[in-house]
């Protein structure tokens, strides 16, 4: 399982949410929303701290974003994809099913 973020994803992190070098985000299933791999689920991110049982992670430009083993179910079988849609002007998220 990987985390790709485009260039432009990372600048709406860096514009929108102020994170910077040192930062950490994770990415984690909420209960409600919409999702294609998971029905009534969604994915949010916040700022934390990598705990221990981290299973992935990608750093861009000194910001770790990462997944944990709590979230690691909402994610088995798939690469997490994360965009910036302009139309909406923030983050997209889309699923690439690992080979």
């Known amino acids: 399982m990987e985390i790709k973020l485009s260039d432009q994803a990372l600048q709406w992190f860096k514009d929108d949410v102020g ?3 040192g930062d950490t985000i994770k990415f984690q299933a909420k209960y409600g929303g919409y999702s294609p791999i998971h029905e009534g689920f969604s994915l ?7 705990m221990e049982d981290t299973i992935t992670t990608t750093e861009r430009d000194g910001i770790t974003f990462f997944i944990d083993a709590t979230d690691a179910w909402y994610f088995e079988g ?4 994360v965009e910036y849609n ?11 099913e690992i080979q």
């Not at 302009?86 to 690439?96: G, K, N, S």
């Open 78 to 81: 798939y690469n997490l994809i």
């Open 19 to 21: 994170v910077s070098d």
């Open 44 to 50: 949010a991110f916040a700022l934390n701290e990598p």
């Open 86 to 96: 302009e139309q909406l002007d923030e983050v997209a998220y889309d699923y690439e």
